[in-house]
C-alpha cells in the first residue's frame, strides 16, 4: 500500500477526516515523546505534553502551509512547549541551558555494571539524560529525530554554529566519561 | 600529549574537514595513541547514540489524543449552538419590537390622513411605554422572570464551564 505523505495526510484532516490525524499521531509520537522525556526528565510530564502538542498541532494545521517539513514544524511546537512547561516549572533552564561555553558535568557516579551488557543501551540512554536539557535535546534531534543541524537551528531559533557547538560539546562529553571510566572495552 | 582538540575530531568525525586538514588530522591519528584513544572513544559514542531508539508511548496515547480532539470539538459545537440560539432569541425580540413599532405608526397613518410626525412619535412613545408597562406588569412579569431566570442558568453554566476550562489549561 502506498505510504502517504504528511502533507497528504494533512490535507486529509483539514478537509474533515478527523480519524486520518491519528496517522500523524503515530508517526511522531515515539521520537517526539523520546525528545520530550529528555527535556523534562519525567516520562509523566512528557506523555502529557505530548497530548498537548499534538491538539495544538491539530487546531494549528490550518497555520501550516508546507513551507518547512511537517516534522520541522512539528518539533518546534514540541520543543517551545517543553521549554514552557520548563519555565512553569520554575526550572533554571535558561542558565542551565543557554549557554554554550557551560561545561557539561556527567554523574560521576553513575554505577555501570560491566557485565550488564544487555543493558548497553539503558546506559547511553541514561548518560543522554543526564546532560543538560538543551544538550540533550539537541542529541535527541540529531540522532534519533534524525533532524540536519540545518533544521534544528530552525526548530531551536538558533545559530547553526551554536546548534554544532552543543553537539560537540554533548558527544565530547559523553566520551570524556567513558575515558575515565573506562569503559570502552565495555562498550566495543 | 593530545595534539587535537575536541573540535577538530568532531569535525573529522562528521566529515567537516578538507582533504588537507584531514590527511593532515590522519597523520596524527596514526603516530598519537593519546589522540587515537579520545578519537575512538569519541567515534564510538557516535556509533551508540546511532543506533539509540525512541522511547515509547504508553499504550492507547492516539486514543487519548483522538478522545481529546473530539470532547474539545464537540463542546466548541455545542457552544456554537448555544451561541446562535442566543443571538436568535435577540434577534427576534429586536424584529418584534420593530415590528410593533411599524405597525403602530401605519395603523395610526390610516386613521389620520395627514398625520404630523411628532404626533405620530409621540404616540409611538406612548405605545412603548404602554406595552413595557404591560410585560412587566400582573401574570407577564412572572412568564419575562422564569424566562430571564432560565437564560441565566444556562449562560451560568456556560460561563462556570469556560472557567473550568481556563483554569485546566492554566494548570497545564
Known amino acids: 500500500m502506498k505510504k502517504l505523505s504528511d502533507w497528504e495526510i494533512i490535507e486529509s484532516v483539514k478537509k474533515g477526516n478527523q480519524s486520518d490525524y491519528s496517522i500523524i499521531i503515530d508517526r511522531y509520537k515515539n521520537k517526539a515523546f523520546s525528545l520530550l522525556k529528555r527535556m523534562l526528565k519525567n516520562e509523566l510530564d ?43 516549572k520554575k526550572r533554571k533552564t535558561e542558565t542551565e541551558m543557554s549557554s554554550v561555553d557551560d561545561h557539561i558535568n556527567l554523574k560521576s557516579d553513575y554505577d555501570y555494571r560491566v557485565s550488564e551488557k544487555q543493558d548497553l ?14 544538550n540533550a535535546a539537541v542529541l535527541n534531534l540529531y540522532y534519533i529525530n534524525e533532524i540536519s543541524c540545518e533544521e534544528i537551528s530552525k526548530l531551536m531559533n538558533t545559530s547553526l554554529s551554536n546548534v554544532k557547538v552543543m553537539l560537540h560539546r554533548s558527544r565530547s562529553a559523553l566520551k570524556d566519561y567513558i575515558l575515565k571510566n573506562n569503559l570502552v572495552k565495555e562498550l566495543l | 600529549m593530545n595534539l587535537l582538540n575536541d573540535d577538530i575530531l568532531n569535525n573529522y568525525l562528521d566529515g567537516a574537514l578538507d582533504t588537507k586538514e584531514r590527511t593532515e588530522v590522519e597523520k596524527i591519528l596514526k603516530n598519537s595513541e593519546a589522540d587515537r584513544k579520545r578519537f575512538n572513544a ?7 547514540l546511532s543506533i539509540l531508539k525512541a522511547d515509547e508511548v504508553s499504550p492507547g496515547f ?23 440560539a442566543v443571538a436568535a432569541v435577540f434577534v427576534f425580540i429586536c424584529v ?20 404630523q ?17 404591560k410585560l412587566f406588569s400582573g401574570e407577564n412579569l412572572s412568564i419575562i422572570g422564569s424566562v430571564f431566570s432560565f437564560a441565566i442558568i444556562i449562560a451560568g453554566y456556560f460561563f462556570y464551564e469556560q472557567q473550568k476550562r481556563m483554569k485546566a489549561n492554566l494548570g497545564r
Open chain 2, 96 to 115: 418584534a419590537i420593530v415590528g410593533y413599532l411599524i405597525a403602530g405608526i401605519i395603523s395610526t397613518a390610516g386613521q389620520n390622513e395627514s398625520p
Open chain 2, 117 to 133: 410626525l411628532i404626533d405620530i412619535v409621540n404616540r409611538s412613545g406612548k405605545n412603548i411605554v404602554t406595552f413595557t408597562q
Open chain 1, 121 to 134: 543501551s539503558k546506559f547511553i540512554n541514561e548518560l543522554v539524560n543526564s546532560l543538560p536539557e538543551k
Open chain 1, 46 to 88: 512528557a506523555e502529557e505534553v505530548l497530548q498537548d502538542c499534538f491538539v495544538k498541532a491539530y487546531n494549528s494545521l490550518s497555520k501550516f502551509k508546507g513551507d518547512a517539513k511537517f516534522s520541522t514544524w512539528f518539533y518546534r511546537i514540541v520543543y517551545n512547549t517543553a521549554l514552557t512547561k520548563l519555565s512553569s
Open chain 2, 42 to 48: 569519541l567515534k564510538l559514542v557516535h556509533e551508540k
Open chain 2, 62 to 84: 492516539n486514543d487519548n489524543v483522538m478522545l481529546r480532539l473530539k470532547k474539545k470539538y464537540a463542546r466548541a459545537k455545542q457552544q456554537n449552538y448555544f451561541i446562535i
